[in-house]
């Protein structure tokens, strides 16, 4: 019996030797270009895939590459070895021999196993061939998925550690917030969940949800106007920026409609000359813009620091959506683009109390505006197209134009 299974397993193997030669000579007597297309196709999947992290175009690189690439911190293969990021790699790795403490473990064996069976999955999250073998990969992926959900565990529920540079410099901390918002410094988020679960604790606030809703707490649409907090959703999430749009745009109130295309409006300043009055909506949320009966009631908006490098690489990735969903912040941004044109029109939205400027001054936030705008377009199912329509009616209206310049008259003669 053995004899039978050792001449079978013979036969085997010079059954494939021969396939391979012939394979060999078949190659050899095609046409070098035929073959090397043959072998780049080969390598190729038969449908397209889905890629929801992908490099920003030149293009829009060339306009402002600080918004896009990392200050401290490299997540993902993209920016992966660049020697100015180098130096948190270390953090990176104390951070997983501190989560292997605190869970009284002393190997990494089931992480890298856990990661290794998501590998192909998490590489055709990219939307071009990486550069790093598996092992590489996969190191990459575990490295920086536990660094995240650690980072996000020590700010919130572990933050007494006076040796920890991110936790007791403030600077450090601004700096990782910017990295962890870009679209180019992406791991898919089933990562990030799937390692969670596997180092989830006992402790009430060991909940991810929880934890990235504290680390972006500034954001205004997770909370509604008597402080309460929003369910927060992670379903179907492509990577961390995904989270924070998905959860950005879920609680959007516009109602879409069917209307003709509106011309763009006029600045602020040309719009309260024609009558329009601007007035602060704090109880509504982010997107929820109105305008009726000449007045066009806003929700308050924080100009900071971030507020570029969020909204460019917010719109960066809306760039990877197909073409019939939505592009909530294209058009919201586009919606500010027009409204300020000038100082003069940031200046005259900040005394409404409708922008909050944080930046050195009025000038600094119209020329962020004026560099946003420059990335987008109307879309074809533009969000603010009833708004646009109701103010251009207005605005085109002599009566209003009239009574505009009455009341602007009386106010010079008497006041």
Same mark, same amino acid.
């Given at each position: 019996?053995? *004899?039978?299974?050792?001449?079978?397993?013979? $036969?085997?193997?010079?059954?494939?030797?021969?396939?391979?030669?012939?394979?060999?000579?078949?190659?050899?007597?095609?046409?070098?270009?035929?073959?090397?297309?043959?072998?780049?196709?080969?390598?190729?999947?038969?449908?397209?895939?889905?890629? /929801?992290?992908?490099?920003?175009?030149?293009?829009?690189?060339?306009?402002?590459?600080?918004?896009?690439?990392?200050?401290?911190?490299?997540?993902?293969?993209?920016? *992966?070895?660049?020697?100015?990021?180098?130096?948190?790699?270390? *953090?990176?790795?104390?951070?997983?021999?501190?989560? @292997?403490?605190?869970?009284?473990?002393?190997?990494?064996?089931?992480?890298?196993?856990?990661?290794?069976?998501?590998?192909?999955?998490?590489?055709? /999250?990219?939307?071009?061939?990486?550069?790093?073998?598996?092992?590489?990969?996969?190191?990459?992926?575990?490295?920086?998925?536990?660094?995240?959900?650690?980072?996000?565990?020590?700010?919130?529920?572990?933050?007494?550690?006076?040796?920890?540079?991110?936790?007791?410099?403030?600077?450090?901390?601004?700096?990782?917030? $910017?990295?962890?918002?870009?679209?180019?410094?992406?791991?898919?988020?089933?990562?990030?969940?799937?390692?969670?679960?596997?180092?989830? /604790?006992? $402790?009430?606030?060991?909940?991810?949800?929880? @934890?990235?809703?504290?680390?972006?707490?500034?954001?205004? *649409? #997770?909370?509604?106007? /008597?402080?309460?907090?929003?369910?927060?959703?992670?379903?179907?999430?492509?990577?961390?920026?995904?989270?924070?749009?998905?959860?950005?745009?879920?609680?959007?109130?516009?109602?879409?409609?069917?209307?003709?295309?509106?011309?763009?409006?006029?600045?602020?300043?040309?719009?309260?000359?024609?009558?329009?009055?601007?007035?602060?909506?704090?109880?509504?949320?982010? #997107?929820?813009?109105?305008?009726?009966?000449?007045?066009?009631?806003?929700? !308050?908006?924080?100009? !900071?620091?971030?507020?570029?490098?969020?909204?460019?690489?917010?719109?960066?990735?809306?760039?990877?959506?197909?073409?019939?969903?939505?592009?909530?912040?294209?058009?919201?941004?586009?919606? #500010?683009?027009?409204?300020?044109?000038?100082?003069?029109?940031?200046?005259?939205?900040?005394?409404?109390?409708?922008?909050?400027?944080?930046?050195?001054?009025?000038?600094?936030? $119209?020329?962020?505006?004026?560099?946003?705008?420059?990335?987008?377009?109307?879309?074809?199912?533009?969000?603010?197209?009833?708004?646009?329509?109701?103010?251009?009616?207005?605005?085109?209206?002599?009566?209003?134009? #009239?009574?505009?310049?009455?009341?602007?008259?009386?106010?010079?003669?008497?006041?």
């Amino acid at each position: 019996m053995i *004899h039978v299974l050792l001449n079978a397993i013979s $036969h085997r193997k010079k059954k494939c030797l021969r396939c391979r030669k012939q394979k060999f000579n078949m190659d050899e007597n095609k046409d070098p270009v035929t073959v090397r297309i043959d072998n780049v196709l080969d390598g190729l999947p038969c449908t397209f895939s889905k890629h /929801s992290i992908s490099r920003v175009d030149d293009d829009k690189r060339k306009m402002n590459q600080n918004v896009y690439d990392p200050r401290i911190l490299s997540i993902g293969p993209f920016h *992966h070895g660049k020697d100015q990021l180098c130096k948190m790699q270390q *953090h990176k790795y104390m951070y997983l021999k501190l989560l @292997l403490k605190r869970r009284n473990e002393s190997t990494v064996d089931k992480y890298v196993a856990a990661v290794r069976s998501m590998e192909e999955k998490a590489r055709n /999250s990219y939307a071009e061939p990486l550069k790093f073998n598996q092992d590489e990969f996969v190191e990459i992926l575990l490295l920086d998925g536990v660094f995240i959900i650690e980072l996000l565990r020590r700010i919130y529920m572990f933050d007494d550690d006076e040796n920890d540079i991110i936790l007791q410099r403030r600077g450090i901390g601004c700096q990782l917030y $910017h990295d962890l918002l870009l679209l180019e410094n992406q791991i898919p988020f089933f990562i990030l969940d799937h390692l969670f679960n596997m180092t989830k /604790s006992q $402790h009430p606030d060991d909940n991810i949800g929880l @934890l990235i809703r504290e680390f972006f707490g500034e954001a205004p *649409h #997770w909370s509604d106007d /008597s402080g309460e907090i929003l369910e927060f959703s992670m379903k179907d999430a492509d990577h961390l920026l995904g989270v924070v749009y998905e959860n950005w745009c879920s609680y959007k109130l516009i109602e879409d409609e069917e209307v003709e295309v509106a011309d763009n409006i006029n600045p602020t300043s040309e719009l309260q000359k024609a009558g329009v009055v601007f007035q602060s909506d704090r109880e509504s949320m982010f #997107w929820d813009i109105r305008f009726i009966n000449g007045v066009m009631k806003i929700p !308050t908006f924080d100009v !900071t620091v971030d507020t570029e490098t969020l909204f460019l690489n917010l719109i960066a990735y809306e760039d990877l959506f197909p073409s019939g969903r939505p592009r909530y912040f294209m058009d919201y941004s586009f919606f #500010w683009s027009c409204l300020i044109n000038s100082s003069e029109d940031v200046g005259a939205l900040r005394r409404c109390g409708i922008i909050n400027n944080y930046l050195v001054d009025d000038e600094m936030v $119209h020329q962020m505006f004026n560099r946003i705008g420059s990335y987008v377009s109307v879309s074809f199912d533009f969000s603010y197209f009833d708004v646009f329509h109701k103010v251009n009616i207005y605005y085109g209206c002599r009566w209003c134009r #009239w009574m505009a310049n009455l009341k602007r008259s009386f106010n010079t003669l008497f006041f």
